[in-house]
Every structure is written in structure tokens, then in C-alpha cells.
């Protein structure tokens, strides 16, 4: 087959790539490198099945291929609020062209979708017919309404046009490739860890999140999109739900820190909890996590160890 995964050089997206050419697939990687980078995927430019073309999914662009993987958007706070209006085009204008492509050339296009939806949920763990509680004017809304209007367009094209659509829910995702500078709680607890620097929790900890290994969501993802039962929404992610507070002390035992935990303020809207309810992907994909937390966490921590003698700091959020 041949795939196209806009924002393939990011996090998520470099492991999909790397992923579909060992299974044999041509994969073309479209990506602004706003977020993502060429070292991502440098392990993989010799192999003549990849190509990589630098764009901007805000502009159309015309491509011969069987898949979509609609990735093209950064995933963490600190860069999806740097420029809110972006991250806004970019969910929109990039499920437009997408999905016009899609049209064009009958393709499948899966898109991107994130726990975000559900906002600060008020059911819990959150199942895919729960629409939400997402304050449309906070710092976090330009990232939750753009991935909110994409699922809108998606479905919308689908029911006018008869477009072949998967949407798929990713929740917090972790593994090597997150960005140093992310700002990410996994990236920064680890970070903080390895150099022995005050471990920052945001509020008091009591937060929960459930983390899956990247590699245990890229097989959802494929599983996902080469099925034919449903096009979702569907919710991606590990049903292990932790406390901030218990991550940031499972990082100081791996890491063997001497590292003290601090307390700063919660940043606005930061949702009190998260867990999917995977009964659909149970169900219709055969699938679930298989690798815990204790065992993905160390495999995170050996790809930041040299990184944490490199670069700064982790990264703060704006406040
Ligand atoms: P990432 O920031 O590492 O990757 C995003 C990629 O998209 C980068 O390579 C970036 O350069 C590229 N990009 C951003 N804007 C672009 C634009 N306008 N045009 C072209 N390329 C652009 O993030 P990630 O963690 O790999 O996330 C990938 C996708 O998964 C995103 O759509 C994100 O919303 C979604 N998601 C991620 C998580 C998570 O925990 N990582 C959770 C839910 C949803
Ligand atoms: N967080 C934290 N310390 C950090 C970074 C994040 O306590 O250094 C908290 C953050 O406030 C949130 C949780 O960890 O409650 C997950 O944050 P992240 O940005 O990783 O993901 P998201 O909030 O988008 O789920």
C-alpha cells in the first residue's frame, strides 16, 4: 500500500512510519517540522520506500496514496498554546485537506482525534458516546475545538460524500521520540529524574492520566484503520489510571533520583482526570495495552538518558 502520514516526523508519527515500511508498506511523510524532526526518521531516509515532503497541511496538496494517517498537529501544551490560531488552522484546514484529498482519490483517511474531546470529564472512565465538558474560551481550547470541528468535518464527509473515515481518540501517549523540550509530564518528570533537579507537580498531584507505550498505540492505530466493522470514534489508550503524584514517585524509584518533589500551581482547565473505557477497541480490534507502565517507563528513560546531559532545562508552562 501506499501511505501518506501528515506530521510523520513527530513523535507518534515517526514510530507509524517506521512501523509501516517494516510491514512492507511505501510511506510518504508530510510535516511542516514544527514539532517534529528530520532525526526521527533519519534511522529510515536510506530505505527507498520512504519519501518526505516538507508542507504546511494549512495548504492543499495533491498526492497519490491508499491511506491518510491525518497526525499533523503538535500535541503538547506548551507548543499547541504558543500559537493558538495555528493549532486552530491546522486541525481545521488540515482535516479539510485531508480529507478533500481523500475524496479526490477515494482514499481511507484516519484522523487524529485525542481525549481532549471529553475536556474535564464529568463520566468516568470516558466512554465514546460521552460529548464532553470543554471550555470553548480557555488557554486548552484552540487544541480541544480544532480536534473537535476535525471530528465534525470527518463525520461530515462521510455522510455527504461518502469519504472512508476512522477517527481515533489517542489519550496520553508516552515512549522515546517525545520531545526534550514537551513539557510533557512524562518527558519532564524524567528529565528532572536524571539530573537530580526538583521534580515539578502541577496542583497537588491528585490528577489522574493514563499513559500508553507508544509502540502498544501504534498497533491500535493500524489495527484501527485496516478494519472495516466501524469508523469510530474510537478511544486509544491504556485503562491504567495513575495519580500525577504516583508517576512523579515511579520516575524517582526507576531513575534511582535524589530528586525532591515541588509543588506549582495547576495550570488553567488542566482536566482533574482521564481514563478510556476501550470496551469498543476491545471488542471490534482484538486490542489492549499489553506493555505496562514499569515496563515502558525504563525503555523512556534510557532513550532521555543521554538527552539529559545535552539539553536545558524541561520546558515550563506559560501561564
Ligand atoms: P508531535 O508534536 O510530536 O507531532 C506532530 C507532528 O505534526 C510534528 O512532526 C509536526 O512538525 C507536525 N505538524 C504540526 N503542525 C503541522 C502543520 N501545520 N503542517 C504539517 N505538519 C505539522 O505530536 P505527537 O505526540 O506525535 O502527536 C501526533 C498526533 O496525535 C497529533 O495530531 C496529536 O494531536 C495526536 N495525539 C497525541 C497524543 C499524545 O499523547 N502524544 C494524545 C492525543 C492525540
Ligand atoms: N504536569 C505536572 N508537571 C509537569 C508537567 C505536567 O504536574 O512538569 C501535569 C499537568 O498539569 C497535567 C498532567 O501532568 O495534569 C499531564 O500533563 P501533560 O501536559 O503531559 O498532558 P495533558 O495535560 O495534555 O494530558
Given at each position: 500500500m501506499?501511505?501518506?502520514?501528515?506530521?510523520?516526523?513527530?513523535?507518534i508519527?515517526s514510530h507509524l512510519t517506521e512501523?509501516?515500511l517494516g510491514?512492507?508498506?511505501?510511506?510518504?511523510?508530510?510535516?511542516?517540522?514544527?514539532t517534529?524532526?528530520?532525526?526521527?526518521?533519519l534511522h529510515?531516509?536510506?530505505?527507498?520506500?520512504?519519501?518526505?515532503?516538507r508542507h504546511?497541511v494549512i495548504?492543499?496538496?495533491r498526492?497519490?496514496v491508499?491511506?491518510?494517517?491525518?497526525?499533523a498537529c503538535?500535541?503538547?501544551?506548551?507548543h499547541y498554546?504558543?500559537?493558538?490560531?495555528?493549532?486552530?488552522?491546522?486541525?481545521?484546514m488540515?482535516a479539510?485537506?485531508?480529507?478533500?484529498?481523500?475524496?479526490?482519490i477515494k482514499?481511507?483517511?484516519?484522523?487524529a482525534?485525542t481525549?481532549?474531546?471529553?475536556g474535564?470529564p464529568e463520566?468516568h472512565p470516558?466512554?465514546?458516546?460521552y460529548w464532553g465538558n470543554?471550555n470553548c474560551i480557555?488557554p486548552?481550547?484552540?487544541y480541544?475545538e480544532?480536534?473537535r470541528v476535525?471530528?465534525?468535518?470527518m463525520?461530515d464527509?462521510?455522510?455527504?460524500?461518502?469519504?472512508?473515515?476512522?477517527?481515533?481518540?489517542?489519550f496520553?501517549?508516552y515512549g522515546?521520540?517525545?520531545r526534550?523540550?514537551d513539557?510533557?509530564?512524562?518527558s519532564?518528570?524524567?528529565?528532572q529524574?536524571?539530573?537530580?533537579?526538583?521534580?515539578?507537580?502541577?496542583?497537588?498531584?491528585s490528577?489522574?492520566r493514563?499513559?500508553c507505550f507508544?509502540?502498544?498505540?501504534?498497533d491500535g492505530?493500524i489495527r484501527?484503520?485496516?478494519?472495516?466493522?466501524?469508523?469510530g470514534?474510537m478511544n486509544?489508550?491504556n485503562?491504567d489510571e495513575?495519580s500525577?503524584?504516583?508517576?512523579?514517585e515511579?520516575?524517582?524509584?526507576?531513575?534511582d533520583s535524589?530528586?525532591k518533589?515541588?509543588y506549582k500551581?495547576?495550570?488553567?482547565?488542566?482536566?482533574?482526570?482521564r481514563r478510556p473505557d476501550?470496551?469498543q477497541?476491545?471488542?471490534?480490534l482484538?486490542?489492549?495495552?499489553?506493555i505496562?507502565l514499569e515496563?515502558?517507563?525504563p525503555?523512556?528513560?534510557e532513550?532521555?538518558?543521554p538527552l539529559?546531559?545535552?539539553?536545558g532545562a524541561?520546558a515550563k508552562m506559560?501561564?
Open positions: 501506499k501511505i501518506l502520514i501528515t506530521g510523520g516526523a513527530g513523535f508519527g512501523r509501516l510491514e512492507g508498506h511505501s510511506v510518504m511523510v508530510l510535516d511542516n517540522f514544527h517534529g524532526s528530520k532525526d526521527n526518521i529510515l531516509l536510506d530505505d527507498n520506500r520512504l519519501e518526505v515532503i504546511d495548504d492543499p496538496y498526492l497519490e491508499d491511506y491518510i494517517y491525518n497526525l503538535p500535541a503538547s501544551p506548551i498554546q504558543r500559537n493558538p490560531v495555528k493549532t486552530v488552522l491546522t486541525n481545521v488540515g479539510i485537506n485531508a480529507l478533500n484529498l481523500a475524496k479526490d482514499a481511507r483517511v484516519l484522523q482525534s481525549s481532549e474531546v471529553y474535564d463520566m470516558q466512554p465514546e458516546r470543554v480557555g486548552r481550547s484552540c480541544d480544532g480536534k476535525a471530528e465534525t468535518l463525520v464527509y462521510y455522510r455527504e460524500n461518502q469519504v472512508d473515515i476512522r477517527i481515533a481518540r489517542i496520553n501517549t522515546p521520540r517525545m526534550p523540550d513539557g510533557r509530564v512524562v519532564n518528570f524524567i528529565l529524574a536524571l539530573r537530580g533537579e526538583p521534580i515539578t507537580i502541577f496542583g497537588d498531584g490528577q489522574t493514563s499513559f507508544v509502540q502498544n498505540l501504534i492505530l484501527f484503520m485496516e478494519q472495516e466493522e466501524t469508523i470514534p486509544l489508550g485503562p495513575r500525577i503524584k504516583d508517576i512523579a515511579l520516575v524517582i524509584k526507576l531513575t535524589s530528586s518533589i515541588v500551581p495547576l495550570p488553567k482547565d488542566d482536566p482533574t482526570r476501550i470496551s477497541a476491545r471488542d471490534v482484538n486490542w489492549q495495552p499489553a505496562s515496563e515502558g517507563l525503555q523512556t528513560i532513550y532521555f538518558r539529559a546531559r545535552r539539553h524541561p506559560p501561564r
